[in-house]
C-alpha cells in the first residue's frame, strides 16, 4: 500500500504548483503591455482608450462596466439601472465627467432621473461583484437630496422648497449632504427618500446655506466627477511575478497564504443576506419605501387586485405625478423567504424591456415586505384565455405569444446575467392598458453567467 504522508504532500505540492504558474501567467499578461486594443472615437470624444471600451471591441480590450454607448454627439455609460452622459474623461488623474440626463434637457424644475449614485462607496462597502473588481468613486462630496413630504417642512432650514414639483399633499424638498451621502437621520418622520445627485460646487461651499433649487440646479447640470482606479490587480501581478525570478522558493507559502487569507476574507463576510442587499440596493436600485408609505400608497390596503401564493397585490397611486402602480404585500411564511425577496426584486431591478414589467420600488421592514410594479390595468392573461366570456382573436394571440416569447429571450440573451423565470404561466403575464404582454412574478427566478449552456437548478 502506498504511504498516505507522500499522497498528502504530492496532492499539496500538485496544489503549490497550480498557485505558481496562475501566477506566472498573471504576470506575464501584466507585463504584456500591447493587447492590440486601439484609441476609438465615442460622440465628441477622441482617442479614447482602456479601460473604457465600445460595443463589439474584442474581450480582452477595457472593462465590461466602462462600455460606452455612442451616438454622433453624445457618449452614454450604463451604471446599474441609469445611463449617464460622459463628457470628459482624464487619463492623468483617473476620472471621467459625468452628467444626468434630467439635468441637460432646459428643463426649469428637473429631479434626479434614478434614485442612486453610480457604485458609490460608502461606510466600506463597494460593489466587489463588478468585473474585475473595478469600483467608481464618487469625487464630488456634495449630494443633492430629494424628499417628498406629507406635510410643510417648517423646523429645518436645510431644506429648500422644490415648489414647481410640489402639490397641495405633497411637499417636496431638497437639501445638500457634505457626508458623501444621504443620510437617513436627515429625514423627517413624514418624509420619504425621492433620490440624490452628486455635484460638486468648488470654493463655493458657504454659499450653498443661502441658495434656491434653481442656484443649485446651476452646479448640478455641470455634472460631477467619477474616478476610475488604477489596475491594481495587474500591477499586483507584476510584481509577484519580479518576486518569484527573485525568490521562487518563497512562491509556495506566500500562494498558500493568500489562498488561506482569501478564504478567511469570505468567511468574515458573510452577514445577513437580506439586510446587506438592501443596504446596496436603496443607494443603486429602485426606490425603497418605508412600510408608512405602503399604507398611504395603497389608501390602506383598500382596493384589493387579486391573490396570490405568495400573497396579496393591491392598487396604489404615488404622488407626485398620480402614478398607479401594483402592491404586492409577501407573506411572512415558508413560501416567501428572504430569499425569494431578494431574487425578485435583484432581478427584476435590472430589467428594462416593453414585455417585462417594471419595478418602480420596494419596502422591507422586519417581516413586512412589499413590491411595487407599475400597473398593469387588464390583469393577468389567464383571465382571458379561460373565460368563455373573454376571449381573443387568433390574431391578437398570436401578437401576445410573441410579446411574451420576446420578453423570456430578453430575459436569456438580453441582460449581462442570463435570467431563468422558472415560473412562465398565464397567471404571471400581465397585460397593460394595450394588452400588451409583460412577464411578471420572479420570485422563482435565478441567475446564472452568459454564455453557460449547463444550468444546476
Not at 415560473?423 to 454564455?451: E, M, Q, T, W
Amino acid at each position: 500500500m502506498g504511504n498516505p504522508g507522500a499522497f498528502h504532500r504530492s496532492i499539496t505540492l500538485q496544489s503549490l504548483t497550480v498557485f505558481s504558474l496562475i501566477a506566472v501567467f498573471a504576470a506575464d499578461h501584466a507585463q504584456g503591455g500591447d493587447d492590440g486594443c486601439t484609441p476609438f472615437s465615442c460622440g465628441h470624444l477622441r482617442d479614447i482608450l482602456p479601460p473604457f471600451r465600445q460595443r463589439g471591441d474584442p474581450l480582452e480590450c477595457g472593462v465590461e462596466a466602462y462600455e460606452l454607448g455612442c451616438t454622433t454627439s453624445k457618449a452614454t455609460i450604463h451604471i446599474n439601472t441609469g445611463t449617464y452622459y460622459v463628457t470628459a474623461i482624464n487619463y492623468t488623474g483617473f476620472y471621467f465627467w459625468v452628467t444626468d440626463p434630467n439635468f441637460n434637457t432646459g428643463s426649469s424644475c428637473p429631479l434626479p432621473l434614478w434614485n442612486h449614485v453610480p457604485y458609490l462607496v460608502h461606510d466600506g462597502i463597494f460593489d466587489s461583484d463588478s468585473p474585475a473588481f473595478y469600483d467608481l468613486s464618487i469625487q464630488s462630496n456634495y449630494r443633492a437630496c430629494f424628499a417628498n413630504c406629507s406635510r410643510a417642512v417648517t423646523n429645518k432650514s436645510a431644506y429648500k422648497p422644490v415648489a414647481c414639483q410640489s402639490a397641495n399633499n405633497s411637499h417636496v424638498y431638497v437639501w445638500v449632504s457634505d457626508y458623501g451621502s444621504c443620510m437617513v437621520e436627515d429625514l423627517e418622520p413624514y418624509c420619504g427618500y425621492l433620490g440624490t445627485i452628486p455635484f460638486d460646487c468648488g470654493n463655493s461651499s458657504d454659499w450653498l446655506q443661502n441658495a434656491s433649487y434653481a442656484d443649485m440646479t446651476q452646479f448640478i447640470s455641470k455634472g460631477f466627477t467619477v474616478q476610475f482606479p488604477v489596475d491594481t490587480n495587474a500591477w499586483e501581478a507584476t510584481s509577484r511575478s519580479k518576486y518569484l525570478m527573485q525568490a521562487s522558493f518563497l512562491l509556495a507559502p506566500l500562494a498558500v497564504w493568500i489562498f488561506l487569507a482569501y478564504k478567511y476574507w469570505k468567511t468574515i463576510i458573510i452577514i445577513d443576506a437580506v439586510e446587506k442587499f438592501l443596504r446596496i440596493q436603496q443607494m443603486i436600485g429602485p426606490m425603497r419605501y418605508a412600510y408608512t408609505d405602503i399604507v398611504a400608497v395603497t389608501s390602506h390596503f383598500r382596493d384589493k387586485l387579486g391573490q396570490g401564493g405568495y400573497g396579496s397585490v393591491y392598487k396604489g397611486v404615488l404622488l407626485p405625478g398620480d402614478v398607479h402602480v401594483a402592491v404586492k404585500m409577501l407573506e411572512g411564511n415558508s413560501n416567501c423567504n428572504g430569499e425569494d425577496f431578494i431574487s425578485e426584486v435583484s432581478t427584476i431591478g435590472r430589467i428594462h424591456h416593453v414585455n417585462v414589467v417594471r419595478l418602480v420600488g420596494f419596502c422591507s421592514e422586519e417581516m413586512r415586505r412589499a413590491i411595487v410594479y407599475e400597473y398593469m390595468p387588464h390583469g393577468s392573461l389567464d383571465k382571458y384565455i379561460f373565460s368563455p366570456e373573454k376571449s381573443f382573436s387568433w390574431d391578437k394571440l398570436n401578437e401576445i405569444a410573441l410579446g411574451i416569447a420576446r420578453g423570456i429571450n430578453y430575459l436569456h440573451q438580453g441582460c449581462d446575467m442570463q435570467i431563468m423565470h422558472f415560473d412562465i404561466k398565464p397567471h404571471n403575464i400581465l397585460l397593460d392598458s394595450n394588452f400588451v404582454p409583460k412577464v411578471a412574478d420572479f420570485g422563482l427566478a435565478k441567475l446564472y453567467p452568459r454564455g453557460e449552456t449547463v444550468l444546476c437548478l
